[in-house]
């Protein structure tokens, strides 16, 4: 018997989003890792909110939409109040009840500056890396680095002279014509008028130069798990310039490896590498003037090979951030914020690397 098309929605439900979310969904464990990070974070919440007044919107709720927002590849905050006024999963991850309003996009945005002005991300990328630490997931002898351009919120056109007079009267305020062909355009000369921390950069010799930031991460060998990052503005030397901060702030006294691509083999970098009790397994480059940095005292050892093979896991990092985490074309402006939410995309990737990780056998590294 061919059953009605009937439209008319039922008045009451007794069944909660808890209920309704199955046991097996890959968002509970994640949850379960999360609501852990944000318990131990309560100290640096209380730091940033006033005692009095009337009360905001939860911070916890705040990160745990924002992590959707990454998690699901929502691409505004406009489009993730809509998810959370219809998507039960949603409201069961971020703790709303059924009844319980949608917060207006504008005061969402508002109350999530109030993260973006603290050092929140970076707080929450270490709660989680401290679980991981717990399940004895992460290697303390064996890292790769490397860094990826992130396209920045600003324009070719954005680009013009600082010391140069005013552009004419612009035939389309919101979409100008400006033609630079021919026209040189260097970071020095040049400055973005949307976007002020922003540099020229490209990929290679054979591509374009845009508007980029300079972000960077370092990886332990184990299972590829993130365990610090650093975002700088695009120079010839940031890749490597963050390399040594994130090697220095390496725990612990023993001597670690740092595993690279070909860009990390100058004299300079291996050298510096070792006065931090590291050794460098920088991938050899012939062609450079003068030769490779790394001799047969790095490679002749088995564990440089094995560190060729791992450290091209760091691309898996980032391109699950370029792609799922949005950060192909960031949408914020300014070294803090873009750095705020690298850090946070990176805190999100190891969280989808973990609910499969953690309850499986211990490996070494």
């Known amino acids: 018997m061919r059953g009605n098309d009937r439209q008319q929605s039922a008045m009451f439900s007794y069944l909660s989003p808890e209920e309704r979310v199955p046991a097996e969904h890959p968002l509970r464990r994640v949850r379960r890792m999360v609501d852990t990070a944000l318990e131990a974070m309560s100290g640096d919440f209380d730091a940033l909110y006033s005692v009095t007044g009337r009360p905001s919107i939860a911070p916890e709720k705040l990160l745990r939409a924002l992590l959707l927002q990454i998690l699901y590849t929502v691409r505004s905050e406009r489009m993730l109040m809509e998810q959370l006024a219809y998507n039960l999963l949603f409201r069961w991850f971020v703790g709303l009840n059924m009844d319980e309003p949608v917060w207006v996009p504008t005061v969402f945005t508002k109350n999530r500056d109030r993260l973006l002005d603290g050092d929140i ?10 679980q991981a630490r717990a399940a004895e997931l992460l290697s303390d002898e064996h890292f790769s ?8 919120w600003a324009s070719q056109k954005s680009f013009q002279r600082k010391d140069g007079p005013p552009p004419p009267p612009a035939d389309d305020p919101g979409n100008p014509t400006i033609d630079f062909r021919g026209e040189r355009r260097r970071n020095e000369t040049h400055e973005s008028t949307t976007d002020a921390d922003a540099r020229l950069a490209r990929k ?4 374009e130069s845009k508007p980029a930031y300079c972000g960077n991460a370092l990886i332990e060998n184990r299972h590829g798990l993130v365990v610090d990052t650093e975002l700088f503005q695009c120079n010839g030397t940031a890749e490597r ?14 001597r670690v490896t740092v595993g690279a691509d070909k860009g990390y083999d100058t004299h300079d970098f291996v050298e510096e590498m070792r006065n931090l009790n590291a050794t460098p397994h920088v991938s050899q480059n012939i062609n450079r003037p003068g030769g490779s940095a790394i001799d047969g005292r790095t490679t ?7 560190s060729q093979i791992r450290r091209k896991r760091i691309e898996e990092v980032f391109g699950w951030m370029k792609t799922v985490g949005t950060l ?18 990176a805190a999100a990737y190891n969280l989808v690397r973990m609910r499969k990780l953690i309850g ?5 590294a």
Not at 122 to 130: A, I, K, M, N, S
Not at 145 to 152: S, Y
Not at 328 to 345: A, D, E, I, P
Not at 360 to 364: E, F, G, S
Request: no cysteine.
């Open 121 to 130: 991300a970076r707080q929450f990328f270490l709660r989680v890396l401290d």
């Open 145 to 152: 680095v490397d860094g990826t351009l992130i396209e920045a």
């Open 204 to 207: 290679s010799g054979g591509h």
């Open 241 to 254: 310039d963050a390399a040594l901060v994130m090697t220095e702030r390496i725990e612990g006294a023993q």
């Open 300 to 306: 002749r050892h088995p564990g440089y090979e094995v």
């Open 328 to 345: 192909r074309k960031t949408r914020h402006r300014g070294v803090r914020r873009v750095g705020w939410v690298f850090t946070f995309t």
């Open 360 to 364: 499986l056998p211990v490996q070494t």
